[in-house]
């Protein structure tokens, strides 16, 4: 089992920065790639981010996170971080960490993770 830990959100204005950490340490699960998920109240959850944890070339972006938010991990392959930068009011959500135990053959659904975090609530403020 693996279980996904999120830290790092809170209230920022708009045009501020959060950097979220996605911590995994411990369990016999294994990890092929971890992601970024985001859910408002009422909507769906949104594909935000992903790494692959064996290649950090390979990471893909939501179109609204390109440019402005940056994916990366630790060398022990058991931390994911998530760099938020030029925070917008409607970036606000809860933000999930999921692991995938093998290659994901479509990184942006969830359906494709098997483990997942409780989230953390980022909050942009106009």
């Known amino acids: 089992q693996v279980q996904p830990v999120e830290s790092g959100g809170g209230l920022v204005q708009a045009g501020g920065s959060l950097r979220l950490t996605c911590t995994t340490a411990?369990?016999?699960?294994?990890?092929?790639?971890m992601a970024w998920f985001r859910q408002s109240p009422g909507k769906e959850r949104d594909f935000v981010s992903f790494i692959n944890l064996f290649d950090d070339n390979m990471k893909y972006y939501a179109d609204f996170a390109r440019g402005r938010f940056t994916i990366s991990r630790d060398n022990a392959k058991t931390t994911a971080y998530l760099q938020m930068n030029n925070l917008k009011p409607e970036d606000t959500a809860t933000y999930y960490c999921?692991?995938?135990?093998?290659?994901?053959?479509?990184?942006?659904?969830?359906?494709?993770?098997?483990?997942w975090g409780q989230g953390t609530q980022v909050t942009v403020s106009s």
């Open positions: 411990g369990g016999s699960g294994r990890r092929h790639g």
């Open positions: 999921a692991v995938a135990s093998a290659r994901p053959r479509d990184a942006s659904r969830a359906r494709e993770y098997d483990y």
